[in-house]
């Protein structure tokens, strides 16, 4: 028994003495170099190039200063050659953000911008605190339904300031049924400022469909004096009003010839009833059209007017 006590204490006096040998040495833990796998509750690297390829040292080369033709920018400090998911395992981008918010912080010295595409090093259009910056192509955003053709444009941002539109507006409502829909809960719902505005003004069209405000056609102008046997053009909607006395026959023509042969209003005295001897006629006539006033016989007074509905 006290020889295996014995034997027992100096077995652990070479082991004391052997592992004090070597307490100055450095422990090293060989890993997967250069990817190591496992699980770090904390990890800090200068900079990393995650991907299969870039994984490749002399390949994808850092830059040691600005410039000195590494393949990796010197300012970079994080690259990645596939895609990156947050909130997801599965990013099908080469960023996606599934249940999550990104946010940009404007700080005194910054103002961060999101950039979109490169045409010749230059980014297509940029979204920041200070607006959205188009530059091309021909200095325009567009919004499309299918991104693989320029034919299905929905909206068109030009720098000029124009916008187009395709398809309905609504304002007011979520279903438009023409180009431009307004509802109002109020009286006054659309409001069209172009200097000519007046009360009572109606906005009228021209032929190519551009509006102003007018007065109301609806109203009359004066009346203006006429010269019987010429022809005239009716720059508004109007009436022809004539007076006549003595014998003889009056015609008003009207239509949309340069010479018009339609008669629209007509009276003829023979002289043999003396109340018959003097009148008037009164003929419509259509903004655009020609008209006149013919006489035949012995007249001896006769006036004709034109009497406008509104202003041309």
């Given at each position: 028994?006290?020889?295996?006590?014995?034997?027992?204490?100096?077995?652990?006096?070479?082991?004391?003495?052997?592992?004090?040998?070597?307490?100055?040495?450095?422990?090293?833990?060989?890993?997967?170099?250069?990817?190591?796998?496992?699980?770090?509750?904390?990890?800090?690297?200068?900079?990393?190039?995650?991907?299969?390829?870039?994984?490749?040292?002399?390949?994808?080369?850092?830059?040691?200063?600005?410039?000195?033709?590494?393949?990796?920018?010197?300012?970079?400090?994080?690259?990645?050659?596939?895609?990156?998911?947050?909130?997801?395992?599965?990013?099908?981008?080469?960023?996606?953000?599934?249940?999550?918010?990104?946010?940009?912080?404007?700080?005194?010295?910054?103002?961060?911008?999101?950039?979109?595409?490169?045409?010749?090093?230059?980014?297509?259009?940029?979204?920041?605190?200070?607006?959205?910056?188009?530059?091309?192509?021909?200095?325009?955003?567009?919004?499309?339904?299918?991104?693989?053709?320029?034919?299905?444009?929905?909206?068109?941002?030009?720098?000029?300031?124009?916008?187009?539109?395709?398809?309905?507006?609504?304002?007011?409502?979520?279903?438009?049924?023409?180009?431009?829909?307004?509802?109002?809960?109020?009286?006054?719902?659309?409001?069209?400022?172009?200097?000519?505005?007046?009360?009572?003004?109606?906005?009228?069209?021209?032929?190519?469909?551009?509006?102003?405000?007018?007065?109301?056609?609806?109203?009359?102008?004066?009346?203006?004096?006429?010269?019987?046997?010429?022809?005239?053009?009716?720059?508004t909607d109007g009436f022809v009003v004539a007076k006549y006395c003595c014998m003889g026959s009056i015609s008003g023509y009207t239509d949309s010839s340069s010479t018009p042969s339609r008669i629209r209003a007509f009276h003829k005295d023979n002289g043999d009833d003396a109340d018959d001897s003097s009148g008037s006629i009164t003929m419509p006539v259509r903004k655009g059209d020609y008209w006149k006033v013919v006489l035949e016989g012995s007249w001896s007074t006769c006036s004709i007017y034109w009497l406008p509905l509104g202003t041309s």
């Amino acid at each position: 028994m006290a020889k295996s006590k014995f034997i027992l204490l100096l077995l652990s006096f070479s082991l004391v003495t052997f592992f004090s040998s070597f307490a100055e040495d450095t422990l090293t833990i060989t890993t997967y170099y250069p990817s190591p796998y496992g699980n770090y509750r904390e990890l800090r690297a200068k900079r990393i190039a995650i991907g299969d390829d870039y994984i490749q040292g002399g390949t994808y080369d850092w830059e040691e200063s600005d410039g000195d033709g590494g393949e990796i920018d010197y300012a970079a400090d994080l690259v990645v050659e596939g895609n990156v998911g947050i909130g997801t395992v599965n990013p099908t981008r080469k960023l996606e953000i599934r249940d999550g918010d990104m946010q940009l912080i404007q700080t005194v010295t910054a103002q961060p911008r999101i950039y979109f595409g490169e045409v010749s090093n230059t980014p297509v259009f940029s979204w920041g605190f200070d607006g959205l910056n188009v530059s091309s192509p021909a200095n325009r955003m567009v919004l499309k339904g299918e991104y693989s053709s320029w034919t299905d444009e929905l909206m068109t941002f030009n720098q000029s300031g124009t916008m187009y539109l395709k398809g309905n507006v609504g304002i007011g409502t979520t279903a438009p049924t023409v180009p431009l829909h307004v509802v109002g809960a109020t009286t006054g719902a659309v409001r069209i400022v172009d200097g000519n505005q007046s009360s009572g003004y109606v906005l009228t069209s021209d032929a190519n469909g551009v509006g102003t405000w007018k007065a109301n056609s609806g109203s009359f102008g004066d009346w203006e004096v006429m010269t019987p046997n010429v022809t005239y053009q009716a720059s508004t909607d109007g009436f022809v009003v004539a007076k006549y006395c003595c014998m003889g026959s009056i015609s008003g023509y009207t239509d949309s010839s340069s010479t018009p042969s339609r008669i629209r209003a007509f009276h003829k005295d023979n002289g043999d009833d003396a109340d018959d001897s003097s009148g008037s006629i009164t003929m419509p006539v259509r903004k655009g059209d020609y008209w006149k006033v013919v006489l035949e016989g012995s007249w001896s007074t006769c006036s004709i007017y034109w009497l406008p509905l509104g202003t041309s």
